[in-house]
């Protein structure tokens, strides 16, 4: 099974992930992304709902799709973390740089 | 990959591939199941996590023929985790001083470690750590650790 869902329906790209966003799936990932985040591309969201893992790989992942789309004009959210994810992303004190709504929300 | 799985001890040869990194992870979850620590599980594994990918990417560079070593073992309150390569190790002195940029896509790994672990230590050379985790309190994964050499 694939480790990621990747749709694009008009101006909005869903990444919806079947495991961990870690630095194993990174790559891939990225060069599935990047075919994608062209200019007319508002908004990207990522569904972690099947995530149990989330390591400075994946963080950087969604900072640099962050990066990329701030540059567009657009925006980026993540949608149904864990609570262990969402206190990484406090922690580390991404949670104002990335749009983050965790499972309970 | 050779694992050896005594009650309270876990340890794992791993090739220098990031897939071996997320199989020697799946060990570890079931290990900390099977310790009735399933709370701390994501802080340990993020930790090894971190750890064994810069083992992989830079301390043995991808490099196929080299490996890295992960042990876990359980004591009555302290979890210790050390992870070793076989690369020329790096300056954690100077890396542990550097503050990660929070708009950079790299460079989080060293910080992760040293929120979530109680404690870090390294080699002189810098190609192994070893961090301990007060399995007595998981609130404490949110406190910094201390670095010693």
């Not at chain 1, 990747?6 to 869903?14: F, H, I, Q, Y």
């Not at chain 2, 020697?24 to 310790?35: K, P, Q, S, V």
Request: with cysteine; proline share 2%.
């Amino acid at each position: 099974m694939a480790t990621y869902t990747l749709e694009k329906d008009g101006s909005n790209c869903r990444v919806t992930m079947h495991g961990d966003l870690v630095a194993s799936v990174i790559p891939d990932l990225q060069a599935a992304l990047k075919q994608q985040l062209q200019p007319g591309v508002e908004e990207v969201s990522f569904d972690l709902a099947a995530t149990v893992m989330l390591d400075s790989s994946g963080i950087g992942l969604l900072i640099a799709t962050s990066n990329t789309m701030a540059r567009q004009k657009g925006r980026v959210r993540i949608l149904n973390v864990s609570q262990d994810i969402l206190r990484l992303l406090q922690s580390m004190r991404l949670t104002s740089r990335l749009t983050v709504s965790s499972c309970e929300a | 990959m050779k694992t050896h799985a005594p009650k309270h001890f876990l340890r794992c040869l791993i090739p220098s591939r990031l897939e071996a990194v997320d199989a020697a992870c799946l060990e570890l979850r079931a290990f900390m199941t099977a310790n009735g620590l399933a709370a701390d599980t994501f802080a340990v594994e993020l930790v090894s996590r971190e750890c064994l990918n810069n083992t992989v990417l830079h301390g043995n560079q991808n490099q196929a023929d080299k490996t890295a070593t992960m042990s876990l073992s359980l004591g009555r309150r302290w979890l210790r985790l050390q992870i070793a390569d076989q690369g020329v190790g790096f300056n954690w002195r100077q890396a542990c001083r550097t503050a990660a940029d929070p708009t950079a896509s790299t460079g989080r790994g060293l910080a992760i470690s040293m929120l979530y672990a109680d404690r870090v230590e390294f080699n002189q050379r810098g190609n192994q750590v070893t961090l301990w985790f007060d399995n007595s309190s998981t609130a404490k994964r949110h406190q910094h650790g201390n670095i010693h050499a």
